[in-house]
């Protein structure tokens, strides 16, 4: 024997661990060989399928390619392989061909190890002439190193959609009048794979529980001003991003977004929390959306407060502000988000613009800002129409709640002509609450239209 010789097994593992480990590093599953002979390490293999689309880039098959065009034949006579895995049929296989003198692994696989765990192809007279095996060096060593590796894919309860997109959590760091903590579902069925935010404050059994409804550019953090005077009431708040808005995910295309499938999202929601006791608060898209919800389940509801908004039945030409705004931002795709919301209020501070800024920080994120405006209904068979003609039918004979509409007065596009018509269609709903110097985002000035409606609809 020569000096060369003396590479104890432990040693020879720890090279393939070594191997492990930079598969691991690549995103691979972390298994790793070395091929030695007369003591020196002749090839390495790391396995590789995912990197290099491979079914058979085992680390033992690299290895041993490696090895046999090193030494100019397929026979590797005198070699001894180390695996920090139990090998496969496949690898064992090949092994075999090989003619390797011994074969070391050291964790077990249950699953696909042919080295004795599922089957033995070594332990065949028929197949196996020449190659020992000795299995369990530094098998913890082994075996952790690939518990650790799919530990965490295991345990992420929140993947993301390869075609969507997440704001990152420090965009939303320290907003002004904004100290919620966010909660998430990400399992509604409508939305597969998609992580919906949801501010859900108070306690569930509360006598009310206030549906805030954003529309289109905002998120919830355009209710931050009515939220506190309803929880301080003790009643509760449940307030969702929709897809694509605040803090929820965005999908990349313009295309994911449709009528139906945002409504159905909510419809999904009030569901998967049980909602109760509801008073529907909406405006804008919020109301779009969520005047075609009551009538699925209306024993949910006890009221509606509803402020800039319209039921986009499709029988009536778009009004002209609505144009001038659609028009507005098709020419303007990269528009400032926060700007608009400080055009309208002016005492917004720039901590605040910036939150309004917050979900959107490239123009990858903005799909839901491009799709919103063509999608209102604009004729009696676009889509969402239909199911508008139905809430109309709704609100005008069958909603049993109360209602209390307020009204920014100076909002250009869903002002006070507009909601005068809604509030004929809405069955008892009672002379509106006027906000001469509000705009079309209301909630801006809210605090006075929250308590107000504590007043109104306290049990
Ligand atoms: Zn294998």
Redesign the pocket.
């Known amino acids: 024997m020569s000096q060369a010789e003396v590479l104890t097994d432990e040693q020879g593992m720890r090279l393939a661990l070594a191997q492990a480990h930079a598969a691991a590093e690549a995103g691979e599953v972390p298994v790793g060989a070395v091929v030695v002979k007369d003591g020196q390490v002749i090839a390495t293999g790391r396995n590789a399928p995912i990197a290099s689309h491979d079914p058979t880039a ?4 690299v290895a041993l390619r490696e090895a046999a065009r090193l030494v100019g034949n397929y026979r590797l006579d005198g070699c001894t392989l180390y695996v920090t895995l139990e ?6 296989g090949a092994m075999l061909h090989a003619r390797l003198d011994r074969v070391v692994f050291g964790a077990t696989d249950p699953r ?1 190890g042919a080295a004795g765990s599922v089957l033995n192809l070594f332990a065949h007279a028929q197949l196996n002439h020449q190659t020992q095996v000795t299995g369990g060096v530094l098998a913890d060593e082994c075996a952790q190193l690939l518990k650790d590796f799919f530990k965490p894919r295991r345990l992420n309860p929140e993947p993301l959609r390869e075609d969507a997109l997440r704001t990152p959590e420090a965009a939303f760091a320290d907003l002004p009048g904004y100290p919620w903590p966010a909660r998430y579902l990400n399992d509604l069925p409508s939305i597969p794979g998609l992580r919906m935010h949801c501010l859900d404050e108070g306690p569930s059994d509360a006598p009310l529980t206030w549906l805030c409804l954003h529309g289109n550019p905002a998120w919830s953090y355009l209710y931050r001003k009515m939220i506190p005077v309803w929880l301080a009431a003790g009643h509760r708040v449940v307030a969702p991003d929709l897809i694509g808005f605040g803090k929820s995910d965005k999908p990349k295309k313009d295309s994911f977004h449709s009528f139906d499938t945002h409504r159905q999202s909510l419809l999904d929601l009030i569901e998967r929390l049980d909602l109760q006791r509801v008073v529907l608060v909406v405006q804008d898209w919020g109301g779009i959306l969520g005047l075609t919800l009551p009538m699925v389940t209306p024993q949910r509801y006890k009221g509606l407060l509803v402020m800039n908004t319209t039921l986009a039945t499709g029988d009536l030409p778009l009004s002209a502000g609505f144009l001038a705004w659609r028009e507005w931002c098709k020419s303007q795709p990269q528009f400032d988000v926060g700007k608009l919301f400080k055009r309208g209020n002016r005492d917004l501070s720039e901590a605040e613009v910036a939150a309004y800024n917050a979900p959107f920080p490239d123009p990858g994120f903005r799909a839901a800002l491009r799709a919103f405006p063509p999608m209102v209904p604009e004729f009696v068979d676009s889509p969402g129409a239909a199911i508008s003609q139905q809430a109309e039918s709704f609100w005008r004979n069958d909603w049993q709640g109360q209602s209390l509409m307020a009204i920014g007065v100076q909002d250009p596009v869903l002002g006070e002509p507009v909601m005068r018509r809604l509030q004929s269609q809405i069955r008892a709903c009672p002379e509106p609450m006027r906000l001469p110097h509000a705009g079309h985002f209301v909630q801006e000035q809210g605090e006075e239209i929250a308590q107000a409606a504590v007043r109104h609809f306290a049990p």
Request: charged share 10%; hydrophobic share 35%; with cysteine.
């Open positions: 085992h680390a033992e098959v090998p496969c049929a496949m690898c064992s696909t």
